[in-house]
């Protein structure tokens, strides 16, 4: 079955340890996304990226960072530098083609101690 | 002002009801709109794109007034299982999503 990954499900840290969160889709997507979502609120765009080897900051990019050296893989690390990183964490693809649907991932809640 | 802007609800509605609620969008530029479904801590899931002529799923019905920067998203007929939040998605070049925050909707019976 086609479709996106992300692991783990819950992920725990303590303050000041950076954590690396996975996305792996099988779609053969070129485009892939990171969000992050709030209690209560919308998601919110943190990297993007249209092909392997390239991404772009989305709304609110500080505090992490992200790789795309493979197409199927898009890992977002959530490092030290980010303030307030408890959070729930979706990963999204789609194709390159303009204007269509996103596919998400199951999503990572990441809860830092 | 926020992009795209929703009424969080809770929309109560009773079993077999008609809801209906809208969702503002800032950027006159936007290019495409989607209502997505997302049920209580998993990830939003399409449930149907919006067009500028209006169009149906069902019991789905999806407006777009572009002179007016709304769309609308109304439940005919609703079911238990229709509780969920419901996020307006506005689409802008380089194939950016923008959320709404959504708009809750509890079907009682």
């Known amino acids: 079955d086609g479709g996106i990954t992300q692991s783990p499900k819950y992920l725990f840290r303590k303050e000041g340890q950076n954590v690396t969160l996975s996305c792996e889709q099988n779609l053969n997507h070129d485009a892939m996304y990171w969000y992050r979502q709030d209690p209560g609120q919308g998601l919110r765009l943190i990297y993007y990226?249209?092909?392997?080897?390239?991404?772009q900051k989305g709304d609110i990019a500080e505090g992490y960072s992200v790789s795309r050296e493979k197409k199927e893989s898009f890992p977002l690390t959530v490092t030290s530098a980010q303030k307030n990183p408890t959070a729930f964490y979706l990963c999204?693809?789609?194709?390159?083609?303009?204007?269509?649907?996103?596919?998400f991932g199951p999503g990572t809640r990441l809860t830092v101690l | 002002r926020k992009e795209v802007e929703q009424d969080p609800g809770p929309f109560n509605v009773p079993e077999g009801a008609t809801v209906a609620f809208n969702c503002t969008y800032s950027?006159?530029?936007?290019?495409?709109f989607f209502w997505y479904r997302q049920d209580c801590r998993k990830e939003p899931k399409l449930l149907m794109s919006v067009y500028s002529s209006g169009n149906e799923d069902g019991r789905f019905t999806a407006q777009l007034n572009r002179a007016s920067q709304y769309i609308s998203l109304l439940i005919r007929d609703s079911k238990l299982s229709d509780s969920a939040t419901y996020l307006c998605?506005?689409?802008?070049?380089?194939?950016?999503?923008?959320f709404g925050g959504g708009t809750r909707v509890l079907v009682k019976p």
């Open positions: 990226s249209q092909i392997v080897n390239d991404f």
């Open positions: 999204a693809s789609n194709q390159r083609e303009a204007y269509n649907e996103q596919f």
């Open positions: 998605v506005v689409m802008t070049a380089g194939n950016k999503l923008t």
């Open positions: 950027n006159s530029a936007s290019q495409s």
